[in-house]
């Protein structure tokens, strides 16, 4: 058992770093918004001046963290707040703020760091698109986004930045807007978000109704703070599930959106439409990862009822957690299968993210908020690399995306080739020098101690999938000859420089998250770190850790035997293709899902829509048009009686009217007037039953 | 009872006076028919600012100000009866923006332009006088003052198929008024009085269904069933709003402009300010179909948006859901038995419900509006296209025009950081606890309404550009500098809601004080 210390003091008041910590999303919102004013030609001022707002960011951020470290080296639990009320309704006031913790510190850093890198990257990759200035636009307001969501200390500040973040997604993926395939995926990721959003909206609603605020800190009366929870406890929704259960869900169903699980995994592979740095630094490195950071901010209320220490005699878990560890690991496996028979080097990792973020998912709901967001952290880089690498191979096979059609890169491409197997090996969980071995580790040793084994299971033949597919990947684009027309070319060193930093990180982000020494957990828990060889001790520990390094090196063995150099036609059939023909197909055909929800789902949309406007024209107006026969028959007929009177001096009124103006000449054939007849008769009628019932 | 004249502020009948300006626009309009549209462009900005007067005048407290009150015809129990509180003021000023853009936006009026401008006066009128009146026949006269300028406005300067749709428009409002009206009688029949206020207390303290059963017979319910009916057609309520489908559409633009984004919130202003202060028992009563009506709105508004092929009834039956927001608010807060003695949980969700139902009412107008301007531009532009498939690519040659509209497409999405968000985020926050099925099947309308506006973007302004847009006009310096303002009421709007709040927040309170269900 890992040593518990003492729990630290928590520390109030916020200190200067933390009141101005609104300036890390404002200064790239305010640069985006100067480059949206900036004319089209103005490139470098445009770059400039995004990439320095984001520096900036970064700076602010370290200092944050530095901070927060601080208090961490000195037994603090440092979560400063700064809340203000944004407008008030009745006696409420709907109060925003921003929060400095381990948990908004180390986010911090990582968006505004790797996102530095691709900013630095996009101006080699962009550099000769035409809409160069709107694309550091777009990042910069994503980045100011993210941000916002990454330090908001309450909920419905954290949903606004994440509709914002779904807007920059929704803009930058429709970048290149005339092609027809990039617009439709565009709308297609953002409806689907907001398919899950609308959940987390009513989630929101219901929070702040049961509790009276959005605030996650403040003082003992937030959302997040044990008085609430104990009053969300105690209340009982449908379905054996507590109020803080149900929240918990809805709010689960807008990560599910966001970060790509299932069943709304849909949108993310079609995203990769979007130019490639987009898809480094939105869809696979940060803005995907937002769900799972969401989930991971909310924690106290997903685990509400279970005992924030977990010993040997009490692993309890909440059904809200339940569900994230199935829908996570579920997806783990889900996407790695189709991922092993994609052929577009960029649908791959987009595959492998929704896998990945699968086991962040996974992770929060089995090992709590440390496990799942080491494995965030370290995906971020090393996922970031794998896209940044990608792009780079693009870029240097002119724009080809399929590896079937390339192949032998490593002579042709050295550096990219290094970086993105140190990335690749990373991702598979190589042992021991990769930081993605640790993290993983992290999730399934959560998993194999768990209460249900079932995920375990799932999770570690996901592990043997991801091994393999990257295997092939690798081996069909760096490795044999080369398929394509023109020969390819290394990238310039704009794009390189940040693949070296980021394969760095790659590889040395593990050590902060070792058994040895678990500082990532321990700061986010806010406890002590002693470095310790005996945290290896725990039993089955080691075997587990071997045992999951044989499947990965099985996975590798396995790809590798059966791709290699062997670079096949890009023609002929894959070898799995001919030795599953059918099962192939459903994997490439990305087990038709869309198909399904095309002919579910938005048939019903379609249909539906047809059918509401049919009822306008034809029930609706249909009775308008009965009504009106009916009302003028009655008129007729009670002019064949007597209401002469009546009828004949509104007439003349109408005559009047009508040629008095020379306007009412262009009313045709009076239908108009014999209309207003008739509901004047109604109204003298009606009247004088009124006038005669109220006699006394 | 408020003391007559004690609210003009500084000893100006500002209400009187805004009401009459048009009137006179309107007049001098008639005579210069050369110079209309400057004379409505000077009184639609003089209005504004009026209006913006008579919303800083605003009493602190959320009670009735600048009242001016006067014997008008007793005998038919009519007085002359102004007030606003934070309700009818942001109408006012909601009414002299709409109208403002209205006239800029009718550029080019070559058929009768005197005529034309003299009659979006009257309108403008018609909306200061409804939403100032306090007494029913002063307030029924300016509700049908206004229609008659809506009328001959789609009928003489409509498109195709306007005679239909402006007699459809005409017949079924009438036919609302007059349940409405029928209704009204019945009350002074019984009561002797059409002042609201003094209706209001009567309803409140329940002696105004006694006072009827009393002198008519237990037919208190179908009153309401008469008011409900003349706000339902013009809000619109589904099943009644088959009229608005084809006179948005058939309507020119900036008439379009005026119906949505100021005519549809006198039904709405109605239900507030008459049918739930003196039928608030009766509503409550029937609380649950009328949800289901709203609901309905909201939900099959979006819809049906997303069947249409013509840009104006897609932005028509858009207009639908989102006002459909509005009556989901409104039904959802009159829930039985509450009031004064209703617990805070709930008397909170009511404040969060009307305040989002206010806001979003002028959110709304704005935004609604502001669309309907960019498809007169685009037909401007084209000679009258406005298809859904007529258009593609348009980013391309104008971009200006496509971040605008862009813009403009988003707040009407509901996007945080623009104004629609809070409205709806407050009707949500309001209608989920006192009926949470309504706003869980509601919430279907703001996915639904997502689809539509985002295939809008990418029907219009993605994909490759036809060769006959290549040339597409981008916004001229003109165009832009007039919608400027509004794109950026967006976003102030969206980013400091306290603007309005903090105005509107003292009414809400002191309604929802004086109602009873």
Same mark, same amino acid.
């Given at each position: 058992m890992i040593e518990q210390a003492a729990a630290f003091t928590p520390q109030l008041g916020a200190a200067p770093v933390t009141r101005i910590l609104w300036l890390v999303p404002a200064l790239p919102v305010v640069a985006s918004g100067i480059v949206a004013l900036l004319k089209q030609p103005r490139r470098k001022p445009a770059a400039a001046l995004a990439i320095a707002s984001l520096s900036l960011s970064l700076l602010l951020s370290l200092f944050a963290f530095g901070h927060v470290l601080a208090g961490w080296t000195n037994h603090l639990a440092v979560r400063e707040t700064v809340n203000f009320t944004w407008f008030t309704f009745g006696a409420t006031g709907v109060d925003l703020g921003w929060v400095l913790d381990p948990l908004s510190a180390i986010m911090m850093v990582m968006v505004s760091f790797v996102g530095l890198l691709i900013f630095i990257y996009s101006v080699g990759y962009m550099e000769h698109d035409e809409n160069f200035t709107r694309f550091f636009c777009f990042l910069s307001l994503f980045a100011g986004a993210m941000l916002g969501v990454v330090i908001a200390n309450s909920l419905l500040l954290l949903f606004m930045c994440w509709e914002l973040v779904g807007l920059t997604s929704y803009l930058l993926i429709g970048f290149w807007y005339q092609k027809p395939s990039a617009a439709a995926a565009a709308k297609k990721a953002f409806i689907t978000t907001r398919v899950g959003d609308i959940f987390f909206l009513l989630g929101i609603v219901w929070l702040f109704a049961q509790t009276g605020t959005l605030l996650f800190y403040n003082h003992e009366a937030g959302c997040l703070e044990p008085l609430a929870l104990g009053g969300l406890l105690a209340q009982h929704a449908a379905f054996g599930l507590t109020a803080a259960g149900a929240i918990g869900l809805l709010i689960f169903c807008g990560a599910v959106g966001k970060s790509g699980q299932l069943p709304l995994h849909v949108w993310l592979p079609d995203a990769?439409?979007?130019p490639t740095p987009v898809s480094a630094l939105i869809? +696979? +490195?940060t803005m995907v990862a937002a769900g799972v950071y969401l989930i991971a901010r909310v924690y106290p209320l997903m685990s509400a009822g279970v005992p924030l220490i977990h010993t040997a005699e009490a692993t309890g878990t909440t059904a809200a957690l339940v569900v994230v560890t199935w829908v996570g690991a579920a997806t783990a496996v889900f996407a790695a299968l189709i991922a092993i028979a994609q052929n577009d080097i960029k649908r791959i990792l987009a595959y492998s993210t929704v896998s990945q973020l699968g086991y962040m998912m996974a992770g929060l709901g089995l090992g709590g908020v440390a496990v799942g967001m080491f494995h965030l952290i370290t995906h971020a880089f090393f996922k970031a690399l794998l896209f940044l690498g990608a792009g780079s191979v693009i870029h240097g096979s002119h724009e080809e995306q399929d590896i079937r059609k390339m192949g032998g890169l490593k002579v042709d491409m050295p550096f990219t080739f290094i970086t993105y197997a140190i990335g690749m090996l990373a991702l598979c969980g190589f042992p021991i020098f990769f930081s993605g071995f640790w993290s993983k580790d992290g999730i399934l040793e959560a998993a194999h101690t768990g209460a249900i084994k079932g995920p375990y299971y799932l999770l570690v033949f996901g592990a043997l999938l991801t091994a393999f597919y990257m295997t092939r990947q690798v081996c069909y684009v760096f490795f044999g000859y080369w398929r394509g027309h023109q020969d390819a070319h290394e990238s310039p060193r704009v794009m390189l420089w940040p693949l070296a930093i980021l394969a760095f990180f790659a590889m040395a982000l593990g050590l902060i998250g070792t058994p040895a020494w678990p500082w990532f957990r321990s700061f986010l828990e806010d406890h002590a770190a002693p470095f310790s060889l005996h945290g290896f001790a725990e039993p089955g520990l080691v075997l587990l850790m071997t045992m999951s390094s044989c499947i990965v090196l099985f996975g590798l063995w396995l790809g590798w035997k059966l791709y290699g150099s062997k670079s096949p036609k890009p023609e002929a059939p894959d070898v799995l293709e001919k030795a599953a023909p059918h099962l192939w197909a459903g994997l490439r055909d990305r087990l038709y899902v869309d198909e399904f929800y095309g002919v579910t789902v938005i048939a019903f949309y379609f249909w539906w829509a047809r059918v509401t406007d049919w009822m306008d024209r034809r029930l609706w107006g249909g009775i308008v048009r009965l009504v009106v026969r009916i009302t003028s028959l009655w008129a007729h007929l009670n002019r064949l009686f007597d209401v002469r009177a009546v009828d004949g001096s509104f007439d003349k009124a109408c005559e009047e009217i009508s040629t008095g103006g020379g306007l009412l000449s262009r009313v045709e054939s009076g239908r108009v007037q014999s209309y207003l007849r008739i509901l004047a008769i109604a109204v003298v009628a009606l009247a004088a039953v009124l006038f005669w019932s109220s006699m006394p | 009872m408020s003391p007559a004249a004690a609210g003009t502020a500084a000893g100006f009948p500002w209400l009187t006076a805004l009401t009459v300006l048009p009137l006179l626009g309107a007049a001098l309009a008639l005579l210069i028919g050369k110079h209309a549209r400057g004379i409505a462009l000077f009184t639609t900005l003089i209005g504004l600012v009026f209006a913006l007067v008579v919303w800083i005048h605003l009493p602190l407290n959320g009670t009735m100000g600048l009242v001016e009150l006067h014997a008008w015809a $007793?005998?038919? @129990?009519m007085e002359y009866h102004l007030g606003v509180d934070g309700l009818g003021a942001l109408m006012l000023v909601l009414s002299s923006i709409v109208t403002l853009m209205s006239v800029d936006a009718a550029h080019r009026v070559h058929h009768q332009p005197g005529l034309y401008y003299g009659l979006v006066l009257m309108l403008q009128a018609g909306l200061f006088g409804s939403f100032t009146a306090l007494n029913f026949l002063h307030w029924f006269l300016f509700w049908e003052l206004s229609l008659i300028p809506a009328f001959f406005l789609i009928k003489l300067w @409509? @498109? $195709?198929?306007r005679g239909p749709a402006a007699t459809q428009f005409l017949i079924y409002t009438v036919a609302g008024s007059v349940a409405l009206l029928l209704a009204f009688l019945a009350i002074f029949l019984s009561t002797g009085t059409m002042d609201f206020s003094q209706l209001a207390a009567m309803a409140a303290d329940g002696s105004l269904t006694h006072l009827v059963t009393a002198h008519i017979g237990a037919v208190m319910p179908w009153l309401a069933i008469g008011a409900l009916a003349g706000f339902a057609v013009k809000v619109p309520l589904v099943p009644f709003h088959t009229w608005l489908p084809d006179a948005y559409a058939e309507a020119p633009s900036p008439v379009t402009m005026l119906l949505t984004g100021a005519m549809s919130k006198m039904g709405v202003y109605g239900l507030l300010r008459i049918a739930l202060p003196i039928f608030g028992v009766q509503i409550a009563a029937m609380r649950t179909p009328l949800l289901v009506l709203a609901v309905a709105t909201v939900v099959l508004g979006a819809w049906a948006a997303a069947a249409q092929k013509d840009l104006k009834r897609v932005f028509a039956y858009s207009s639908v859901n989102h006002l459909g927001y509005c009556l989901l608010g409104i039904f959802a807060l009159a829930i039985p038995a509450a009031g004064a003695a209703a617990p805070t949980s709930i008397l909170a969700s009511q404040a969060a419900a009307l305040n989002g139902v206010i806001l979003q009412m002028f959110n709304h107008g704005i935004t609604a509006a502001a669309l309907f301007w960019f498809l007169a531009m685009m037909q401007m532009r084209t000679g009258g296209l406005r298809g859904l498939e007529d258009f593609g690519g348009l980013r391309k040659p104008a971009p200006i025009f496509a971040g605008l509209m862009g813009i403009a497409l988003f707040s009407s999405l509901g996007l945080p950081g623009l104004n629609g968000f809070v409205g709806e985020f407050l009707i949500f926050r309001g209608v989920f606890p006192l009926s949470w099925v309504s706003a869980t099947v509601s919430v279907l309308g703001l996915l639904i309404t997502a689809a539509v506006i985002l295939t809008v973007i990418q029907k219009v302004f993605s994909g490759p550009v036809p060769e006959r847009w290549r040339?597409? $006009?981008?916004?001229?310096a003109s165009e832009w500098l007039a919608l400027a303002p509004v794109i950026g009421l967006m976003l102030l709007l969206g980013l400091v809601p306290q603007l309005v709040l903090s105005a509107l927040n003292p009414t809400v309170t002191n309604l929802l004080r004086h109602w009873r269900f």
């Open positions: 990769m439409e979007g869809h +696979a +490195a | $007793p005998s038919i @129990g @409509g @498109g $195709p198929k040339a597409f $006009p981008d916004l001229h």
